[in-house]
């Protein structure tokens, strides 16, 4: 798998320890609340995990799979519900968990449909931000990197399926998915 890379962006400690930081960051913001984690499925899977572990306030986890990109690296703009979330949101405070925001499309939605169930608040973690692709307006709340327009793969990200085992972030080599 390494050698599809073209470098590592982050390492798995540099990874780690922002996570932590995040973690201690959304604890402070959130005590006394009442808070639903949702991760978005898959690429949001290790983030959520590690992230959790470091918030030590009560909260509830949930999972929404969605599918924004079918297959390759360009985004298609159309978000589908895979899987719903398993419990309400109403009057809760949602923390959504993402893994990276490019152009904007999937949160856009997501925000949108969260919306529509009434919860307290919404607030949006993401592990990455790529601002240079970015075709709507959306302001993110915890933002673990800011990194170039560089496609990436690893810790939960996937390039058709496959990566997401690697334990740190890298970005792929071009002839692997041109
Ligand atoms: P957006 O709707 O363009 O913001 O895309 C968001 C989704 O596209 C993310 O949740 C990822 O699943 C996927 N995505 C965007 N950029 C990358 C990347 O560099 N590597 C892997 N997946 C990506």
Redesign the pocket.
């Known amino acids: 798998m390494q050698d599809d890379l073209l470098k590592v962006l982050l390492t798995e400690e540099e990874i780690q320890q922002r996570v932590a930081e995040l973690g201690q960051e959304i604890s402070r913001d959130y005590k006394g609340k009442d808070l639903v984690a949702i991760c978005?499925l898959k690429?949001a899977m290790h983030f959520m995990a590690d992230l959790t572990r470091h918030i030590p306030i009560p909260l509830t986890i949930d999972f929404m799979a969605i599918s924004?990109?079918g297959v390759g690296?360009k985004?298609s703009g159309v978000v589908r519900i895979l899987q719903d979330l398993d419990a309400s949101i109403s009057h809760r405070h949602v923390l959504i968990v993402?893994?990276?925001?490019?152009?904007?499309?999937?949160?856009n939605y997501l925000i949108d449909n969260l919306e529509s169930r009434r919860p307290a608040s919404i607030k949006i973690a993401t592990l990455l931000d790529?601002p240079a692709?970015r075709a709507v307006n959306v302001t993110t709340d915890y933002n673990g990197f800011t990194i170039p327009d560089?496609?990436?793969?690893g810790y939960g990200?996937?390039?058709n399926e496959l990566y997401r085992n690697l334990p740190y972030i890298g970005v792929l080599k071009p002839e692997v998915y041109k």
């Open positions: 978005i690429g924004s990109y690296t985004t993402e893994d990276i925001v490019d152009t904007g499309l999937t949160l790529k692709r560089e496609f990436v793969v990200l996937d390039y």
